[in-house]
DNA sequence: GTCTATAACGAGATAGAC
DNA sequence: GTCTATCTCGTTATAGAC
C-alpha cells in the first residue's frame, strides 16, 4: 500500500526542482549547483540519486510524459465529448504557462541538438504519443459530429500540438496567458461542427 | 559605394558562425571556444570585436532582425497580392528549417529568462514587428478581398507567427520539413477567400 | 586586429568519510 | 543518503606583446 506523500522522498524533490528550471531557464540553463542550493544539498547527494546529467535529463522526461499520458487518461474517462476532451488538452497547456514554465519537451525540442541521443528520442516519443492521443479524439469528434477538419486526423494533430507549442513559446517571453488563450481559442474554434457545412443534418 | 562582399569582415564572420550555433544549439548551447575554433581565430580575438557573450547576442539579434526586416520588404515590393505575401513569409521559415535551424528568436524566446535583459528585449521587439508586418498584410488581404478572417488582424497576426514558431520547433527534432509544411499549408488556406462564405459576392 | 597567457569562476563528476 | 574535499575541464573575460 502507497504512503500518503506527506514529505516526498529526495528523489522527487530533486526532479520537481529539476523540471521547474528545465522548464524555465533550458537543460543547459541550469546545473546540479543550483537544485543543490534550493533544497540544502551538496551536489554530491544529487549525484547519488541521478548519477550524471543526462540520467536526471531522462528522468526528466520519463516522469513528465507519464504525469502527461495520466493527465490525457483523465480526459479519456471524464470528458463527456471529444471537444471536451481538446479543452481539457488546451488547459494542460495554459497551466504550464501560468506557472511562468514552457512545455519541458518544448524547450527540449529546441535544444535537441544539444541533448544526448537518449533525451532526444525520449523528447520525439512524447510529441508521437501527444499526436496519437489528439489525433484519436479529432477522429472521434468526427464521428460523432461534434468536429470537423478537412485535414487527415494525423495532420489536424499536429497542427494542433505544433501551434500550441508556438503559442507557449511565443507568450511567455510577453508574460502574457491571453496570447496564448487568444491562439489556442482560434485552434479549437475552427474544428467546430457548424450546421451549414456539417456533412448530412 | 559599397564593395562586393568577396571576403566577409572577420566581424561579420563571426556574427555567421555565431548566428548558426545560437539557432543550432541556442545562447547557452555554445560558447567564444567553438566560435574560434571554426575560424581559426583566438577567443581574445573574438573579445575585440564583440567585447562580451551578451553584446555578441544583442548583435545577433540586430542584424537578424534588419536581414529579415529587409526580406519583408522585399515581398511588400515584389509581391502582387496579400497572399503572395504570406506565401513569402512562409518561406522565410521554411528556408530557416531547411538550414536546420530554429528561427533565431524563437530559439531564443524558449530562454529568454537566461537572457540580459537587453537581448530579451530585442526578442520581443522582433516578434512586434512581424506581428505587425502580419497585420497589415492580413488587412490588405482583407480589403482586397483575396483573405477572409473572423479575429482582428493582430490576433491573426498573433496565431500566424505562434503557429510558424511552433512548426518549426516541432519539426526540427524530426529533421522533417514536410512537418513543418503541413502546417504552414493549413496555416495560409484558412485564410482564402471563398466564394460561398465571403462577403457581398 | 590578432596573438599567448592567464585569471577567475562554475560546470559535471568522483573518492572516501560519516 | 549525505557530506567535504577535490579533480578536471570549460567558461567568460582580461593583460599585454606583436
Redesign the interface.
Known sequence: MKELPVEAGTATQVLDVAERLVQ???F??FSYADVAAELNLSKAALHYHFASKADLGQALIARYSEHFGAALDALDIGAECARAKLDGYVELYEGVLRDER?CLC??L??????LPAAM?DA??AF?DFNEVWLSNVLEQGKREGDLQFA?SAM?RA??L???????L??????ADVS?FQ??AL?LIQ?LEAHPSTARNG
Chains 1, 2 share one sequence.
Open positions: 524555465t531557464r533550458g543547459n540553463g514552457m518544448g524547450m525540442a529546441a535544444e535537441h541538438e544539444t532526444r523528447v520525439v510529441f485535414e495532420v499536429r497542427i500540438m505544433g501551434g500550441l507549442e508556438g503559442a513559446l511565443v507568450a511567455r517571453p510577453y496570447r487568444q491562439i482560434h475552427e
